[in-house]
């Protein structure tokens, strides 16, 4: 087991466009391909919450894991897979909840950090050569997309600073809106605008509740530069093939 690195500089996120049980199945495949890569796991837990409907399950993380401190275990891959596979192919609220964190690393240089509840996937495929065509290999007929971490293209329009980080598209002083919440992109070269349609829930009195309090939702992004629109837009014309827009 190797002693672990702190330092962290994600080159990858994993973005999932299906429902709860796309996103369980694409991530555990995509857990099960990084652990491929990696000599050591390190998870945090709730230990007592998960013990009160899983005992069998939690004492067989605790022979396979070492504990670190009150909330983490530690253990090497090939020791501790099976347990963890068993965590991690629970449907209930444990699997979000009672699993607060996962690693992976190899030699001491952590690979992945996977947090259940936001969901946050992210991988450093510097770590491992190949770790991501291994996970997108994995992810290959599910409802997920591995991209690009960090910012793919930022601009200025109607005096707002725009921010298109994946797994986000960022309005500065208005906050984020997932990506995965747009449904079409429509691009205009001639008029120099992207049109974006968003998701609208079902229930069309909480849809409305939550536009008003939550981030503005931009629909129409219009540029001044050409060279500018043509930059973003070829970033949205690829995250739609990625992302089935």
Known sequence: ????????????VLIVTGDQAAGIRATNAAIDAALDH?????????????ADDHPDLVASLRDAFARVNDERFRGDVDD?????????????????????????SRDGQRLLTYVPDHPTFKIDASVSPDLDIAIRSSIESESAALLPAGTLADWYADGQHYELS???????GEGCNKLTNITS????????????????????????????????????LQFDSAERYEAVARVFEALSTELDW
């Open 185 to 220: 992109v429509d691009l205009d070269d001639e008029r120099r605008e992207i049109r974006l349609e968003w998701e609208i829930g079902s229930d069309l009195t909480i849809a409305k509740i939550i536009n008003k309090i939550g981030p503005t939702k931009p629909r129409q």
């Open 166 to 172: 994946p797994p986000n598209l960022c309005l500065e």
């Open 80 to 104: 501790v897979r099976h347990s963890l596979s068993e965590l991690l192919s629970m449907t209930s609220f444990h699997r979000f909840v009672s699993l607060t964190r996962l690693d992976a």
């Open 38 to 50: 990696a000599d050591t796991v390190d998870i945090w837990l709730s230990e007592d919450q998960l």
């Open 1 to 12: 087991m190797s002693q672990q690195n702190s330092e962290f500089n994600p080159t990858h």
